[in-house]
């Protein structure tokens, strides 16, 4: 194949490769996550959860970094405030294979701002400054920030603007911003995905702004109609929540923002290549349960979704080869429309 037409059919290309994303997630967005996903979205980047600086550092870096060749284009998102460490840690993300590394300037956790990162990062942009700058000398890799519009009671947005503009001082070119601010007090991380007002505006005054710069906006997106709507504003979309609880709002994307042809047909196309992985689990003796959980909301919104997804979550059923349960599920979800019909 020639260069050209190659170039043509690698997905997203002739797009900016932060277009659509899946958002960083902990407990959600692991290897098995971001394989499901790539079944239903090829021209999509996804993120890993957050792993700490102290983790890859001090812990087991396989563990935490090892992926499926399939998930590219994916990046790392890292959690630290030390630019040594995290220059260390972007090297590691070069030596891995990723496609990209991020700072996660966002998270409004409290065990995070004990570490002194995440979103209270945003109260020092000198020290993300430093930190970018210490990655992007450790690696070629693109390296980009995650933050929100404000921390705490700051609403203006000259205090945003002034973090992207020390920032990218500093060499980073993409940011993807999560348009709520974070409270640091008094609301848990799941609430400070709700409660703080969404202001997209302000991020399409970042794109205004600073219009050489890629900027991705984040946050309660859920339609294809409200992506495209933002994407005639700014560069990129992350989609987060809607993405992992219903994985097929996935399945028309490639098609419809990157002119490729999607991958699935449908969403049996996809169960049958998620059974195959899971079969490839089951027979290395690695459990598919844990992988499962992330494909509980396939066949949402259509008839029989709730009844398969109780026979997937019998734990009775967790040491059965997957493709028993699948049938059981089938089984289940059709006898669900035989009811409905
Ligand atoms: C379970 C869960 C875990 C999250 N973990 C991270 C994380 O590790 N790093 C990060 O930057 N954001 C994290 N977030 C925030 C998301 O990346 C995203 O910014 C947020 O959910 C808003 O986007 P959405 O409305 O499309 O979900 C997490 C969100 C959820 C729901």
Redesign the pocket.
């Known amino acids: 194949m020639d260069f050209e037409t190659e170039r043509q059919q690698t997905p997203g290309a002739g797009f900016s490769p932060w277009r659509l994303s899946v958002?960083?997630?902990?407990?959600?967005?692991d290897r098995h996550c971001r394989y499901l996903h790539r079944l239903i979205t090829r021209g999509t980047l996804l993120?890993t959860?957050?792993v700490t600086t102290g983790a890859l550092l001090h812990g087991d870096q396989g563990r935490h970094l090892d992926f499926n060749a399939e998930e590219h284009p994916v990046a790392l998102?890292l959690?630290g405030s030390e630019p040594e460490d995290l220059a260390a840690c972007a090297r590691l993300a070069e030596r891995w294979g990723y496609d990209e590394v991020?700072l996660?300037c966002?998270?409004p956790s409290e065990r995070v701002q004990r570490g002194a990162f995440?979103a209270c990062l945003m109260a020092e942009p000198q020290l993300v400054a430093d930190c970018v700058r210490a990655m992007r000398e450790a690696t070629t890799l693109p390296v980009t920030v995650?933050h929100r519009i404000g921390i705490d009671r700051i609403e203006s947005y000259a205090f945003v603007r002034d973090f992207v503009g020390t920032v990218a001082a500093a060499g980073c070119e993409v940011f993807i911003v999560?348009a709520r601010n974070a409270w640091l007090q008094g609301l848990s991380?799941?609430e400070n995905?709700e409660i703080p007002p969404l202001r997209y505006e302000l991020v399409a005054q970042l794109k205004r702004d600073f219009p050489h710069l890629t900027i991705a906006v984040?946050?309660?997106?859920?339609t294809a109609d409200e992506i495209a709507a933002q994407l005639a504003v700014v560069d990129g979309v992350?989609?987060?929540?809607?993405?992992?609880h219903e994985p097929w709002s996935m399945a028309r994307w490639d098609s419809r923002f990157f002119g490729q042809p999607d991958p699935a047909e449908s969403r049996e196309q996809v169960e049958q290549a998620w059974l195959a992985y899971l079969d490839r689990l089951h027979v290395a003796g690695q459990g598919w349960a844990y992988a499962m959980r992330h494909a509980l909301g396939l066949w949402n919104g259509t008839p029989g979704a709730r009844r398969w997804r109780q026979v997937w979550s019998d734990h009775r059923l967790k040491t059965l080869p997957p493709r028993e349960v699948a049938e059981r599920a089938t089984a289940a979800r059709l006898s669900g429309l035989a009811v409905a019909a």
């Open positions: 958002a960083p997630m902990m407990d959600w967005t993120y959860e957050m998102q959690g991020n996660n966002g998270c995440g995650k999560h991380p799941k995905r984040n946050g309660g997106l859920k992350m989609v987060g929540r809607e993405a992992y």
